[in-house]
């Protein structure tokens, strides 16, 4: 099967962003819905990705080798497992950097804006930051605290892990 540049390019940001989810290639692809990501992966990256007992998508080892791309997580094979390296967009990274340690008291999606306004002086939708977050919690160095609402904090120690920007 030969990829166009535009699927290469697009196979290119699974493999950079798995675990990842149609909304997030929806927005990175600026698609109109999860519906049309999905239709997208089906016709054209069909044999380069598969889905997780999570329904996350992910990058088959072919489709990394393919497009010379290293998976957005590296660690450990083992699932429960801190990856040593993620690959984000830059609101991640920032998120990262801003979000209350593994032994602080969580904080919710309102708080870590305002701390991104604080410590970076940029003003992102609060939606994008729910999103880097959650995208984060999948990556497995986010955790979710239920409280009044859900509250985010590290699920490692910031040192552990290197976040390059993608």
């Known amino acids: 099967m030969t990829l166009s540049d535009e699927a290469k390019e697009r196979l290119a940001d699974i493999v950079r962003l798995q675990p990842t989810k149609n909304k997030e290639l929806q927005n990175r692809w600026d698609l109109e819905s999860g519906s049309e990501v999905h239709r997208y992966l089906e016709s054209e990256l069909k044999d380069y990705y598969y889905r997780d007992d999570n329904s996350l998508i992910r990058a088959t080892a072919e489709a990394a080798e393919l497009v010379g791309v290293e998976p957005g997580v590296e660690g450990d094979d083992e ?62 160095v986010i955790e979710v605290v239920y409280r009044t609402v859900p509250t985010f904090r590290l699920a490692v120690e910031r040192d552990e892990v290197d976040v390059e920007v993608v």
């Open 79 to 140: 699932a429960e497992s801190v990856p040593s390296v993620i690959r984000v967009p830059s609101l991640e990274a920032r998120v990262f950097e801003v979000v209350a340690g593994p032994d602080d008291r969580s904080e919710s999606v309102v708080s870590v804006l305002n701390k991104l306004r604080e410590e970076f002086d940029i003003d992102p939708d609060v939606d994008d930051v729910r999103r880097a977050l959650q995208s984060l919690r999948r990556k497995g």
